[in-house]
């Protein structure tokens, strides 16, 4: 009888609690036989208390632990050749009074900032240069152009972020949304590179 084909693709990032046994399925997407189906249940490792936030999971360890297993079978490896495995925290949910204080504080610190701008930029001079340019008269407290560019300067932010509150207005991605996509992206890449370093430290071992 010849040998079995299965597809596996590593998933890139799962989450998984201390303690937690984490089977193949829980890491990885597999495309095989009615013969194979259990071959997801099959127990990859099991997360101790001294494995830190993440941990690095090659896909050469994995396809060894099938082997163990299922020495029959043929593993065709596609896509990522790592799964990151952040380890979750128990959090307590903060109480409602750190809430608004951090509330307070975030809403405080930018209307310091957006200030700060219109005084480094002059822009209530500008407002009343460009009142006078329309109206022919100097007026200290051009509200006719302030209250407008106050609303919006908020509905700008709203727009531009593409969220009010958990409504989308479209599914592009916020600007917002790629940053924190790049940054995860690199924080990954740092964890891979992290741990394929100390891995080649242990194995060299300490040098004479």
Known sequence: MGTDLVYLQLKKRVKARVGEILLLRDL???????????????????LGKDQGSHMV????????KIRQQYPDVEVRSVGPLQTIIEVEAVYKVPSGVLVALVWLLLFVGSALAIMNFHTDVS????????????TGEHNSKPLLLQIP??????????????????????????????????????IDQFVI????????????????
Do not use: C, W
Not at 57 to 64: A, F, I, N, P, T
Not at 157 to 184: A, C, G, I, T
């Open 123 to 134: 822009m209530k001079a500008v407002h009343e240069r460009i009142y006078y340019l329309i």
């Open 193 to 208: 590179d992290h741990e394929k370093s100390k891995d080649r430290g242990d194995r060299n071992g300490p040098s004479g």
């Open 149 to 186: 560019y106050s609303i919006g300067i908020g509905l700008g932010m709203v727009l531009f972020f593409n969220h009010l509150f958990k409504r989308k207005f479209n599914d592009e991605p916020s600007p917002l949304e790629l940053e924190v996509f790049l940054y995860q992206e690199n």
């Open 28 to 46: 990885a997407q597999l495309l095989t036989g009615e013969d194979h189906e259990d071959l997801g249940y099959l127990p990859i490792l099991r």
């Open 57 to 64: 999971v090659d896909v050469m360890d994995v396809l060894r």
